[in-house]
T-cell receptor, first 112, second 114 residues
Framework: QQPVQSPQAVILREGEDAVINCSSS?????VHWYRQKHGEAPVFLMI?????EQKGHEKISASFNEKKQQSSLYLTASQLSYSGTYFC?????????????FGTGTRLQVFP | NAGVMQNPRHLVRRRGQEARLRCSPM?????VYWYRQLPEEGLKFMVY????????ESGMPKERFSAEFPKEGPSILRIQQVVRGDSAAYFC????????????FGSGTRLTVV
């Protein structure tokens, strides 16, 4: 099953904050976050691993609740460049491989 | 260190023709993944390969689609006898593997079937 993201869309003014959520019904090994701008490739933002390890950009923060199989991406003091569609990608424990199943996406628009 | 290279960027095929999409992973990456994306939709997993092996093809349609990652050369996604519904962006990603590393995506191939 595909992880569910919320909200589906967010509109912000520069400087405002946003939280994007990702929820899975299956046990996860890790959660990845990517941003995709229109017509471009997805770009890796960060990965959160079971057990608490995180890898990614210093200016991006996120959390992973292993008990609830939920992750949240925190975008603070948003900039125009943050606009795009955000996808979470999940590695499921039961797959035993590192293939990612991507969520439904959250479209973020930041205006001046 | 070049990123993931996909070619062609755009491909137009008539119904019934074959489409061949190529992907060269990042240097040092041995895991390759193919995803399909329809306009305004998410990334749908198709297949996961390592050199000379298909690890997981659970997302591949049973007919007309095949993928390979030979010992030498790029990974190839092949679509035979294309139909209009195959029109989409096809992204390739690579990772160093095993688990616990982010993907690097290529720029994608936009396939249009006319």
């Amino acid at each position: 099953q595909q992880p569910v993201q919320s909200p589906q869309a967010v509109i912000l003014r520069e400087g405002e904050d946003a939280v994007i959520n990702c929820s899975s019904s299956k046990a996860l090994y890790s959660v990845h976050w990517y941003r995709q701008k229109h017509g471009e490739a997805p770009v890796f933002l960060m990965i959160l691993l079971k057990g608490g390890e995180q890898k990614g950009h210093e200016k991006i923060s996120a959390s992973f609740n292993e008990k609830k199989q939920q992750s949240s991406l925190y975008l603070t003091a948003s900039q125009l460049s943050y606009s795009g569609t955000y996808f979470c990608g999940t590695e499921r424990v039961d797959y035993n491989t590192d293939k990612l199943i991507f969520g439904t996406g959250t479209r973020l628009q930041v205006f001046p | 260190n070049a990123g993931v290279m996909q070619n062609p960027r755009h491909l137009v095929r008539r119904r019934g023709q074959e489409a061949r999409l190529r992907c060269s992973p990042m240097k040092g990456h041995s895991h390759v993944y193919w995803y399909r994306q329809l306009p305004e939709e998410g990334l749908k997993f198709m297949v996961y390969l390592q050199k000379e092996n298909i690890i997981d093809e659970s997302g591949m349609p049973k007919e007309r689609f095949s993928a390979e990652f030979p010992k030498e050369g790029p990974s190839i996604l092949r679509i035979q006898q294309v139909v209009r519904g195959d029109s989409a962006a096809y992204f390739c990603a690579s990772s160093p593997g095993p688990r616990g590393d982010g993907y690097t995506f290529g720029s994608g191939t936009r396939l249009t079937v006319v």
